[in-house]
């Protein structure tokens, strides 16, 4: 195998055993990424300069015999939503087009901590709002299994460069399911953790109380070695939570006999895909046979979760967005008049549509007169969400479901309606709703050789149950080796 196909813990061995250098490694990347990248466009900005640097000082610990860091060398991509101190973060939006951080988001520290190699910045929807990635103001990213379709989205870049090896792992962000649902459509692991483990700090603010950060692998093992690297309460983000963070390598136990599954009913819908049901029952199906116990589980308000997430991610993201005014940071207007023209002209050509109607229908939803009929009404409905999740894991450890109603679909099937765009979201904001971690793994193909994305879902800081049914999942089967074939001889 390339070096570029290699998982971050199969690297470290070779970087350890200096059967290879970090340098080597990152060059290899770039090499795949001339190669690839013109196909897949899943980057905004490229650091080669920052990251062959970074390569040789992880190079000079190696050959020191220094105790190096298990993603130390090991080359990662970065969503474009989190702030990388010198390094243009766009949020795939104008208006933040020649936006560079003064500072770093706390997870880039914590990673720079580990010494890895930076290889770039991920396209996104803008302000990470959209499911399919057909919202960045730059470009649209291909699926590497598929150049005609989506990555899916938010994160859809983050998904895809993995998927593509043209980074060895990255993280993303994971508001309504930014992380799960593209890490499904590209066929690679993905996982949110519990709101309030990963810091915000430096994480461009969508929707507040749902944002986290969270990483894309090629198995299960390096997201626990991610997870391990990013998570702990930070002084900086009142949201983070201190509490302990394990190491989540130690949940990596090939046994799940004991634990109990949850199936919830809500989710198994005629709407769903059938051969998306099909081989998440067949996955489920792989954990009973392996110890698990299986029952059903109810979670009622699931049909309310897409109307909830829809009042309150705009409304959070209307107070969030409104900092764009032209005055400190950010796109300005040519030619403002005075200055309520400035903000105006500012804000409409800086945004896109996406991001315009967002702002609309947070801004109205909390409006007076409207606040408790639309804002004030989806927080209680939210509760009940959570409410139902909490009863849920009174009976069971972890809950399985499909990640995403469909496979990818096809680039321009679903930007003219935006229900239809939302509704890719049906089976992943429940869970952020609650502050659940998940995670997204591979667990099959559809016929036409498409992806197809198990949801685990556990309680609130419970990621270790989830790490332990997905890597015993993993480790009984096949699914995470298969890779797609990019198809480099057709039009770019
Ligand atoms: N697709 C959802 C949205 O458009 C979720 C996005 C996200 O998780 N950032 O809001």
Redesign the pocket.
């Known amino acids: 195998m390339s070096l570029h196909e290699l998982t971050a813990h199969a690297l470290h061995e070779k970087l350890k055993a200096r059967e290879i250098s970090a340098q080597e490694l990152t060059e290899a990347v770039y090499e795949r990424i001339a190669e690839v990248e013109p196909h897949v466009k899943g980057y905004l900005t490229l650091t080669k300069d920052i990251a062959l640097e970074q390569a040789s000082r992880a190079d000079a610990g190696f050959q020191n015999g220094d105790e190096m860091p298990p993603l130390a060398g090991i080359p990662i991509a970065i969503k474009d939503v989190i702030c990388t101190k010198g390094v243009r973060t766009t949020c795939g939006s104008k208006i933040l087009e020649n936006f560079v951080p003064p500072y770093n988001a706390t997870v880039m520290t914590k990673l720079h901590e580990q010494g890895i190699v930076m290889v770039g910045k991920t396209n996104m ?1 803008e302000f ?4 399919s990635t057909e919202n960045s103001a730059y470009q649209i990213t291909h699926n590497p299994w598929d150049l005609k379709a989506i990555p899916g ?2 994160s859809g870049g983050s998904a895809a460069v993995v998927a593509a090896n043209t980074a060895i792992c990255s993280l993303g ?6 992380i799960r ?1 593209p890490a499904a459509l590209c066929g690679v692991v993905g996982m949110k953790p519990t709101y309030g483990r990963v810091s915000r700090y430096g994480l461009v603010a ?1 929707a507040s109380s749902l944002d986290q950060i969270g990483p894309f692998t090629k198995d299960v093992t390096d997201c626990a070695l991610l997870l391990n690297a990013i998570c702990g309460s930070d002084a900086m983000d009142a949201t983070s939570v201190d509490v302990p963070v394990p190491d989540f390598t130690q949940a990596l136990i090939n046994d799940v006999e004991g634990l109990k599954i949850g199936v919830p009913k809500e989710y198994f819908t005629p709407a769903l895909d059938t051969e998306i049901a099909d081989s998440v029952y067949a996955a489920i199906a792989v954990l009973e046979g392996l110890g698990a116990t299986v029952e059903e589980v109810s979670l009622p308000h699931t049909e309310y979760a897409i109307a909830t ?1 829809y009042i309150i ?1 705009p409304a959070e993201a209307s107070a969030n967005l409104a900092r764009y005014d032209g005055v400190r940071y950010g796109y300005r207007t040519e030619n403002p008049e005075a200055l309520i023209s400035m903000y105006k002209k500012t804000r409409s050509e800086g945004f896109g549509e996406e991001v315009k109607r967002r702002i609309m229908l947070g801004t109205f939803a909390l409006s007076a007169g409207y606040q408790d009929a639309y804002y004030k009404k989806a927080q209680k409905v939210r509760t009940l969400i959570k409410s139902d999740f909490d009863a849920a894991f009174e009976k069971v450890d972890v809950i399985a479901t499909p990640t995403s109603p469909t496979p990818a679909f096809k680039i321009g099937e679903r930007t003219a309606d935006p229900l239809q765009m ?1 509704l ?2 049906v089976m992943t904001t429940p869970a ?1 709703h609650a502050g659940l971690p998940g995670i997204s793994l591979p667990c099959g193909l559809v016929k036409s050789g498409l992806p197809i994305g198990l949801q685990l879902l556990g309680a609130p800081f419970a990621e270790e149950n989830v790490l332990r049914v997905a890597y015993t999942f993993e480790q009984n089967t096949e699914h995470h080796r298969q890779k797609p074939q990019i198809q480099t001889n057709g039009d770019v």
Request: proline share 0%; hydrophobic share 20%.
């Open positions: 929807d990470a709002m959209g499911s989205g938010s962000s994971d508001t309504g399911g930014s649902q969508f997430y991610a939302y890719s979201d952020s």
